[in-house]
Structures are given as C-alpha cells and as structure tokens.
C-alpha cells in the first residue's frame, strides 16, 4: 500500500488530511463516527484570548455548491482549550493544529505564549482577523501588517508557526513572501471568501452580519489557483483548503502544491469525508504505482 505520509515544517503526519478549522470544534462530536487517529492531523476551532460568543443568527446560509457563514469565531478561549479539550485530543494519536485569532497583536502574542510548552504539534495563525488597533482591517490584508503580526507570534513559540492568509486580497503571493520572509514555517490557505446573500421578499441579507465567508465545493477552483501561486512564491511549505470534498480535489490540490489538504465544509455534509478521502488516495495512488504520496505533491506541468 502507498506510503501517505507527508512531512511539513518538521511535524510528520500519517496522512495529508486535516479537518479545517471551524469545522470539526475539537473532535468530540467526530470520535464515535471513526478514532480521530485515522486523521493526519486537526485543527481546531479558532481560539481568542478570552470566550467569545460569536455573531447573532442567522449565521449560516447555503449557496449554490457551497455555504456563507458568519459565526464570527464563537469559541471558549485559549485557557478553556489547553484545560479541558488539550489533553482529550492529546490522547488522540494525531497532530494537533492549535488555531489562534487575535484582535490585536497583544492577543496573539499571549495566546501563542500560553501555548508554549503544551501538547501542541503546531500552531496555525489566522491573519483574517480585523485588527482592532489599525482601524479593523484584517492583518493578511496587508504585506506590512501579515509580517509584523508573524514576527512578533515567531518571536514567542518555538512551536512549527504556520500562517493561515486571506484570499480576500489582490496578491496573495505577495502576503505570502511577507510572512515567509518574517519567520513563518508553512502557510495554510485559503480562508473564506468574503460573500452576501439577499432574501427577495424581506429584500435582507440573509445574514445577520449582512456578509460572511463562502466556502464549499464553490471556491476549489480558486482554492486550487491561490495555493499554486503561493506554492511558487514561497519556499516554506503550503497546506492548502478551500472546496475540498473528494480525494480527486485533494491529488489536484496536492499537484498545485500543497503539502498537506484541510476540509471544511464537506464535513457538514459528509461527515466521514476525511475517511472515504483517505481511502480513495491509497487506491488512486496504487493503481498507478505511487509509492509516496508526497512524490506528487508540485507535480503539475503547466502548460
Ligand atoms: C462554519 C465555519 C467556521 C470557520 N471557522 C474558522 C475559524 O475559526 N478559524 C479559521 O482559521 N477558519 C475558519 N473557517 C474557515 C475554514 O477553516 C476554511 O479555511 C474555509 O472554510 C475553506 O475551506 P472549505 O471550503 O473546505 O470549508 C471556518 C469555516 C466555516 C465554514
């Protein structure tokens, strides 16, 4: 059987596949469906210094091939998760991806610095937050602000510090080389896609929020696009999601270049996709006499 295994700034995962964050809460509703050892890693919901109860609802709406949401990062906070979820999923035998979200750069500083020295495989640092300090504009907006934030979280953890970029941007690659060049050891992408949806009759957004982020089988091309961009901008690693349902989106994702592949959304549909993912890659890859499946991760040949 093919060799799944992928390594990624230095951590090694049995398999390529993550839940994405935001879409499997901290495994617990997951365990009885398949042991959360069968998943190259997890990472978790987004995690703020302090609990947080997220944006009113309506705050999920489905979209042609996909879905909005604006949950707006509901979470216990940071303490919660290393006291009471941490050492559950340390038990789990799989990588844990600790998501961290900050309004300022402080926030982020102390949650890495509070991750320091747990059972922590590695942290992931969503930079679409809005920083509060600099008008609400989101940190992976802006070259500057995505490199200042990586540096002073790199700065605090010798944890793996991989870097989560917005596609809301003009130049993704150009975020990437910004957090690359400021001490990032991967970068994840893509985050949610900024989306609206309108009710004719009440003529309301469907959303509380009025706007919220498009994910689903809807964005992989775009997903796909951005992940090949950065793959050649950067030379730290690239974990890459967005529309991610089948094992075909992960071999495509995987020849754009990424390292490892999250799913998001397809889980509230299919909720053992991760399993049925894993198990088409081993048959796809012995058909064709794969050994590894990392000897196919930047196989494109563009034209
Ligand atoms: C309901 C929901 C909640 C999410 N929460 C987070 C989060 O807390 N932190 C984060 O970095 N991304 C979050 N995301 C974004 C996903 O991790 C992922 O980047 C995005 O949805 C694209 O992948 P997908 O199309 O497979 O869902 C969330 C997505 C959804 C649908």
């Known amino acids: ?42 990472s978790v919901k987004g995690m703020t210094l302090h609990q947080r109860d997220g944006n009113p609802p309506p705050r999920i709406a489905e979209t042609p091939a996909g879905m909005l949401n604006s949950v707006g990062l509901q979470n216990p906070g940071i303490d919660y998760f290393l006291e009471h979820e941490l050492p559950n999923l340390a038990t789990k035998g799989t990588i844990i991806i600790a998501n961290v979200a900050g309004s300022t750069v402080e926030d982020c500083i102390e949650i890495a610095s509070k991750i320091e020295g747990t059972a922590v495989d590695m942290i992931e640092l969503n930079i679409s937050c809005p920083n509060v300090k600099e008008g609400g504009v989101a940190f992976g907006t802006r070259p500057q602000m995505a490199g200042d934030v990586t540096k002073a979280v790199r700065d605090v953890t010798t944890k793996p510090l991989m870097v989560k970029l917005s596609p809301n941007v003009t130049d993704i690659a150009e975020i990437a080389r910004a957090v690359e060049a400021n001490g990032a050891d991967a970068v994840s992408l893509i985050n949610t896609l900024l989306g609206m949806k309108i009710d004719i009759n009440s003529r309301r957004p ?50 754009a270049g990424a390292s490892t592949v999250q799913i998001g959304a397809a889980l509230f549909t299919n909720p053992t996709a991760p399993i049925e993912i894993i198990n088409g890659l081993t048959n796809w890859l012995d058909e064709r006499g794969i050994k590894n499946i990392s000897d196919i991760i930047g196989g494109v040949k563009p034209w």
Request: one cysteine or more; aromatic letters at 8%.
């Open 1 to 42: 059987m093919a060799d799944l295994s992928v390594k990624m700034a230095g951590v090694t995962f049995k398999n390529p596949i993550i839940p994405a964050s935001g879409s499997f809460g901290f495994g617990r509703e997951y365990e009885h469906l398949y042991p959360l050892s069968s998943l190259g890693g997890i």
């Open 206 to 255: 469907v959303l509380k929020n009025n706007v919220g982020g498009l994910s689903g089988p809807a964005v992989f091309p775009i997903a796909v696009r951005m992940v090949w961009q950065v793959a050649n901008a950067v030379s730290i690693p690239v974990c890459g999601m967005g529309g991610v349902s089948r094992y075909e989106d992960v071999i495509e994702m995987m020849l």
